[in-house]
């Protein structure tokens, strides 16, 4: 169970990066639209999870790729943007969120078999 600490840090990293892939990031990863579905933050808060929604792409695990090259600059914009309000810059580890697609996917197969 996450500390009120960890939510609240979890949180903020979520708005930020979101803020990131929206405004700053676009230009690098093309015309995708990435959504920040989730931030789990380490007890220590120097690892964050962040699990992305990414659509409309056919390579999914090609794109997370580029994405996780890109950490570093990426971790850097972050810390440009909370310097203010956290000590610690959290390293970034990307995951894919196929939630969606898995729902999609029962819609099909419920729709498909009466």
Request: hydrophobic share 40%; glycine share 4%.
């Amino acid at each position: 169970m996450e500390s009120t600490r960890q939510q609240k840090y979890a949180r903020l990293v979520q708005k930020e990066m979101a803020d990131i892939f929206q405004s700053e990031m676009g230009h690098t990863f093309g015309k995708v639209m990435i959504t920040v579905t989730q931030v789990r933050v380490s007890p220590d808060l120097g690892v964050a999870k962040i699990y992305i929604s990414l659509f409309p792409v056919e390579d999914k695990k090609a794109l997370l790729e580029r994405i996780k090259e890109q950490s570093w600059d990426i971790r850097h914009r972050l810390g440009q943007r909370i310097r203010k309000q956290a000590r610690i810059v959290p390293e970034l580890m990307f995951f894919l969120d196929d939630s969606l697609d898995y729902a999609e996917r029962i819609n099909e197969l419920l729709k498909n078999n009466p």
